[in-house]
Every structure is written in C-alpha cells, then in structure tokens.
C-alpha cells in the first residue's frame, strides 16, 4: 500500500471507477494526505499518514490460493469496506524463482472478482511465508529482498516509499481524521525471524527458540516510536502469524517467547488507545483475548479465504473467545465513532456470521 493520496472523497473514487484502476499513481494526485508523527525522524519519514476520510469497515484475511476459486470477494465487497488488508499468505508462491512468483502475483492481481473488488475498495497488507516465498520461512530465505519488491508491487506499494528502501516490509498508516484516527501498523514477522526449532512430539511441528527474535532491532526501535504517545483512536497491529494463543504446535509469537514478552510488554508500557491484534495463517478463524498488565489485548485471527481444515479438529487455546471458525472465511472491522465502539465479524463465504463480539465500547 503506502497510498500518500488515499481517501479524497467518495465522489472523486465513483468518477474514476470505470476508467482507472484504484491505485498509488491515481490517488497521490488528490493531495489529502499529510505526515504525521514522527515524521521529524528521517527513518520513519513517509510511513505515517493521515487520511481525512473517517473509516467504517475495515476487511480483512489471509490464506489465498491464487489458483483455487476467488467467489468470496463478491461477499466482502458487499459490505463496502474503505480498506483491506491482507495478512499474508496472500498467495502460494513456495518458490525460489522470482519469475514463479511474480506470475503467481499476476493471476491473482488479474482475477476478475478481485480486480471488481479493488477497483472500489483501497488495499494494504503484509506477507506470511507462502508468498514470502518459503513454507514457515524467516531470515535465512536468500531471496527475501527480492520477494519483498514483488509483494510491495503487487501492492502498488509507490517506488518512493521508504519501505522500499530499508529492510523489511513492515509500514504503519494513520486513516481517518481527529477523534475518529486509526492507525495501523503492519508488522513483518519474516524478513528478520530467527530459526524455528523442529518438534519430535506428535501434532506439535515445533519447540520454542528460547532466545530467537521476529522483529529484528530496526523493527522494534520503529515499533516503539509508532507505538509512544500515540494521538489514535485506535489502534490496529497486524501480522501473519498468532500472538496470543500459545498451545498450538505450529507457527505462533510463542514459539520465539523472548519476543512475544518484548511485545506484550511494550503494548502494556505504551498502552496504545484500543489496541485490536490482527492474524492469519492457521486455516481456520477465532477470537483470543489477553490480560497483560495494563494491556487488554484483543486478537482476531481470520484464515482462509479459499480453504481451510478439511474437518472439524480440537484445538485448545486457554485465551479463545467462543467457538473456533473452520469454514472459509473473511473478517470485518466495524467503527461506529459516535458510540466509541468497535466490533468485528467472521462471515464465511456465503456471507453468514460466524463469530462476532464487540471489542471496545457497550
């Protein structure tokens, strides 16, 4: 994403719609964005913005085969969200080959229902390790930077940006004007993630890297930056993988419990007004809520869009809200700010509600 031009007005979308396609070039002409903090810091210098459109429906999902059937866009885009966002696994690209997944990028970029949904609907996101380029992949890829190029590409992330010019993928983006501002930062859980350590037990792939990062320092340092003082309404911290729920035996934040503590320890120190977490990547759908010191942590998990478990299995999770979500499915946001509160829906893909709870406010 990076959109410097995002959001002008519904009008000036509706009179372009038929004949451009929503992208970075189009919207940085309408000039309605302007930086926010902490822009006086050169590394973090374009990466916050503030959009003057308030926002009512955020989508999101994660987990897309680009060659499986794409109906389930006709069923997001029918609640009209200002933004998606995608949480990795955008497609299945498990290649070393640049080509292989640059023309994965393509068939999904060029899907009819997902070219009808992002000609009306703006577009953000971050990877998982499918399109990231490895299955459970991190800093040892040597492909990384250049995966990174064709995911921001396909993004119509805008060659200036700063993200394109540091490691990692992670951005941060201010939406909304005063009193009604989220921001939303996008976390990059692979381009500096340390070794996952193998599992021999049974239904548990791997064991805690007692030691190991996700962030890397340069994410962290801008992570805090994001996080102190900050003037939002809300804020939205999305990533491809768990960070509450601990017991499953597959890719999670616990998994590396040095930097799942920094994390939640960080949330609890800087307290960011309504925090919501954001994940992806485990093929089925739940709500995880945390006490952490002073943090109330929120998590939405949203996997997939095009397939998830094949059956019903049990699953604990100590920290789980309800009922666990195996049919394909999409999530929303929804922020109705003259009430201050804020929900969200799992629907799956005839557009039934299969989860919902109000995160923040009565």
Not at 38 to 45: G, I, M, T
Not at 307 to 327: L, P
């Amino acid at each position: 994403m990076g959109y410097p031009g995002m959001f002008s007005t519904l009008a000036f979308m509706r009179r372009r719609i038929f004949c451009l396609p929503l992208t970075f070039a189009l919207l940085a002409s309408c000039q309605v964005a302007r930086r926010t903090e902490p822009a006086d810091k050169a590394l973090f210098e374009g990466q916050s913005w503030t959009l003057e459109r308030k926002i009512h429906t955020m989508a999101f999902g994660s987990c897309n085969r680009e060659d499986l059937p794409q109906d389930i866009w006709d069923q997001i885009g029918m609640h009209k969200p200002e933004i998606w966002v995608w949480l990795g696994d955008n497609i299945y690209g498990d290649s070393e080959d640049m080509d292989v997944l640059k023309a994965k990028y393509l068939r999904q970029k060029q899907s009819p229902a997902y070219t009808s949904f992002r000609r009306r609907t703006l577009i953000t996101g971050i990877w998982d390790d499918h399109d990231y380029g490895v299955n459970d992949g991190g800093k040892e890829y040597p492909y990384r930077e250049q995966s990174k190029e064709l995911m921001l590409d396909f993004l119509d992330v805008p060659q200036q940006e700063v993200v394109r010019r540091r490691e990692g993928a992670y951005q941060a983006y201010m939406l909304g004007p005063p009193g009604k501002r989220i921001k939303l930062l996008l976390l990059d859980s692979r381009y500096f993630r340390d070794t996952l350590e193998a599992s021999r037990i049974p239904g548990k792939r791997y064991e805690r890297n007692e030691t190991g990062d996700i962030l890397g320092e340069a994410q962290w340092t801008w992570l805090r930056a994001e996080l102190t003082d900050s003037p939002a309404d809300c804020h939205i911290i999305a990533n491809g993988i768990q960070v509450i729920p601990a017991e499953q035996g597959f890719e999670k934040w616990d998994n590396f419990p040095v930097a799942r503590r920094r994390l939640l320890d960080l949330l609890a120190e800087t307290r960011p007004n309504r925090p919501v977490l954001l994940s992806g990547d485990r093929h089925i759908a739940e709500y995880s809520r945390l006490r952490w010191g002073a943090a109330d942590l929120p998590e939405v998990t949203s996997s997939g869009l095009t397939h998830t478990w094949s059956r019903v299995q049990e699953e604990a999770n100590r920290h789980r809200v309800g009922r666990m979500v195996v049919s394909k499915n999409f999530g929303l946001l929804h922020f109705d700010w003259a009430k201050g509160r804020i929900w969200f829906e799992i629907r799956d893909e005839e557009n039934r509600v299969q989860l919902t709870e109000t995160l923040w406010g009565d």
